[in-house]
């Protein structure tokens, strides 16, 4: 079963640190999204992307984060200059275009610790 | 963006059916009722999904009656792989949109 692909699985960093979070798609979907949860919180929704650019954003996505899709099969979360208050779990989730049933698949998640 | 309600926790036992009930009282007319599982450390899981009358799969049943303002998820025969966190959520199913997850109901099936 294809499934969506993400590294690092744990990330220890520096406040004031830049990350990059990793994920790898599902081949033939279109749609990309990043979610993220804090511990013992709700999964919150932070970016979504087609075609090459962002399609929605909430308000958790400010200047600090940006997405990138560089080669065709990657899609990454950079979080420049990390907070404490960034300390979560990133997930990263695709869908198809038009498909009929919209679920989304979500990798396994990247543990991000803020120290 | 149709609010949801369910159950902050529920316990079971092994070999039991379990139904969470989710409440969704402004629900749209283009709405879909989806359900997510989600494992501790484990990104959430796509388990069903309807807009009316029952649904089901091999992992679950999906009762939705005529109002549409609630759902019933029922899972048959839980085992103790099951316990996880189970979210309801209310959206119209267009390719693209974002997912909004509330709190979810915590299933912990024991022995």
């Known amino acids: 079963e294809p499934e969506v692909t993400q590294t690092p699985s744990h990330q220890v960093t520096q406040m004031g640190q830049e990350v990059i979070l990793r994920c790898v798609p599902i081949?033939?979907?279109?749609?990309f999204y990043w979610y993220r949860q804090i511990l013992g919180q709700k999964v919150e929704f932070l970016v979504s992307?087609?075609?090459?650019?962002?399609?929605?954003k909430s308000e958790i996505f400010d200047d600090q984060f940006s997405v990138e899709r560089p080669d065709g099969s990657n899609f990454t979360l950079k979080i420049r200059s990390t907070k404490l208050e960034d300390s979560a779990m990133y997930f990263c989730?695709?869908?198809?275009?038009?498909?009929?049933?919209?679920?989304?698949?979500f990798g396994q998640g990247t543990r991000l610790t803020v120290v | 963006l149709a609010k949801t309600t369910q159950p902050i926790s529920m316990d079971s036992y092994e070999g039991q059916e379990v139904n969470i009930t989710c409440s969704h009282n402004?629900?749209?007319?283009?709405?879909?009722i989806t359900w997510y599982q989600q494992f501790p450390s484990q990104g959430p899981r796509f388990i069903i999904q309807?807009?009316?009358t029952k649904v089901t799969n091999e992992v679950a049943s999906l009762f939705i009656p005529a109002d549409r303002k609630s759902s019933t998820l029922s899972l048959p025969r839980v085992s103790l792989s099951d316990t996880a966190v189970y979210y309801c959520?209310?959206?119209?199913?267009?390719?693209?949109?974002?997912?909004?997850f509330g709190g979810g109901t915590r299933v912990l099936v024991k022995p």
């Open positions: 989730a695709s869908g198809r275009l038009a498909d009929i049933n919209s679920e989304a698949f």
């Open positions: 081949s033939n979907h279109l749609y």
């Open positions: 992307f087609y075609n090459n650019e962002i399609s929605e």
């Open positions: 402004n629900i749209a007319t283009n709405d879909y």
């Open positions: 309807g807009y009316k």
């Open positions: 959520l209310v959206g119209d199913k267009a390719a693209g949109n974002k997912l909004t």
